[in-house]
């Protein structure tokens, strides 16, 4: 079995690439060329074919040929043509995006490079033809430079599509090595455009809640791991998105990125996205095992792959002593403040919502229609997680059942149902949470007393007061 041969190059008029892929020798019939229509990390349709300006086959004598769609994201290839050439434009700057200029290439594979349907197990070679070798590349797809050329190798597509890569005359960077049960495990910061702030701070506080959460789970997946950072001085943007090995984390402007609040949503999403690396990216719902990029993929347990992550990325933080008490107490406030001013909530589920953001998960959406997965996920976290510790006396967390699924579902990477992931929280809590699971997961209840209760075990008082317009603010305060 051969591998797809792809290069790449900056378009020259334009914030686009060029790609060009040579496809193994078929078995002689027509085919089909995919590409993915969503990305991991954000379960919406993504539609990326919006922003494939040409596509086209390739004859033997060079000449193009005009393709037909099957549908939007589909193409029916003559048996004859194995080259096909495309042109992606490369102009939206997020954690789960692609993006060109003269000084940076930065891109996520799932929104532009494609795929032969029934072949998905075929490996890549991607050929970087107009970045120099001097430059950085930051990646967790394996890479040599051949002929002054960075060529990267992918095992298979499902690998391609988690590994994004940025390339840039200049890149911030740094490595720390954390030991876990089994081995010792490298990890690479990189940053491009500002320098991350407080730089020594942020790296010990990397260093700090890597080893806290492997401290948990006893293994981390991979022997290695990227946390890629974009920070433009210039763009208003925030977000971050998990994969396997890597995580990409965009923050701007500079005067947000070197503020108090910058340094702190930095190491806030950094935490997350690691947590994500056991929590989504192995232990991973069965309707998302594997991806499957031809279509909507439904699940309703964004509550355990977001609002778990939410909650954990943020006590982790705490446990690791990168943030005091108090910090993690104004975490819980915004999260509840979202959650007390969301009516939604008691209109769909948070298993519902989950469900539906294909639909309109990312938008504010119809007023009151639905919930947020991170924030009703974090606050069901929350609640099992002090309800565990209650019933065992102080024995079990949610920690704990969090290190059970790793053992058992992620590692051999065994899709997880909801039966499963409840079972093994009554499991550890050593008694039924049937009351959490249907008011809060499945149903539209109320939890403020059950949150106050829940503080309360943590010696926390939780209060709330409602202005004329009847926003509610929740305080956190010690007993
Ligand atoms: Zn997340």
Known sequence: MGVISVSVRKSTNAPSLEFEAVFPSSSGSDWQLQLPCWRPGRYELGNFAQYITKM???????????????NHHRWQIPENIRTMR??????????????????????????????????????????????????????????????????????????????????????????????????????????????????????????????????????????????????????????????????????????????????????SIGSHELYHAWNVKRIRPSEWTPYDFTKACPSQLGYIAEGVTTYMGDLFLFEAGCIDLENWCSKMEVLLTRHLNNQGRLNMSVADSSYDTWLDGYRPGVPGRKCSIYVEGAVLAFLCDCRIMKVSGHKQSLSTAMTILWDRFGKSRKGLTAEEYWGVLEEVAGESLNDLRTKYAYGIADSWNDLVEAMDFK?????????????????????
Not at 155 to 177: F, G, I, S, T, V
Not at 207 to 226: C, E, G, L, N
């Open 56 to 70: 086209v086959g390739i004859n033997d004598d060079g000449s193009e040929v005009k393709l037909e769609k099957l």
């Open 86 to 267: 495309w042109t992606f434009y490369a102009n939206i700057l997020n954690g789960g995006s692609t993006y060109v200029r003269d000084d940076l290439q930065y891109v996520n594979p799932v929104n532009c490079l494609v795929y032969e349907v029934g072949a998905e197990d075929v490996g890549y070679e991607i050929c970087l033809c107009d970045v120099p070798s001097e430059w950085k590349l930051a990646t967790a797809l394996p890479y040599s430079v051949v002929d002054g050329n960075f060529v990267m190798k992918a095992r298979d597509m499902q690998h391609l599509m988690d590994c994004p890569w940025m390339a840039a005359p200049e890149l911030w960077n740094a490595e720390y090595k954390v030991v876990d049960e089994e081995k010792e495990v490298d990890f690479y910061v990189w940053s491009y455009g500002c320098k991350p702030p407080n730089a020594q701070k942020f790296v010990e506080d990397h260093i700090a809640f890597s080893k806290s959460q492997i401290a948990y789970f006893r293994t981390f997946p991979t022997p290695f791991y990227h946390f890629l950072y974009l920070l433009p001085p210039e763009i208003e943007v925030r977000h971050g998105v998990e994969h396997e090995d890597s995580t990409v984390i965009v923050l701007g402007p500079e005067n947000i990125i070197n503020s108090d609040y910058g340094y702190d949503e930095l190491i």
């Open 459 to 479: 010696g926390l008082k939780l209060e709330k007061s409602s202005d004329e317009k009847g926003f509610v603010t929740p305080k956190i305060s010690e007993l």
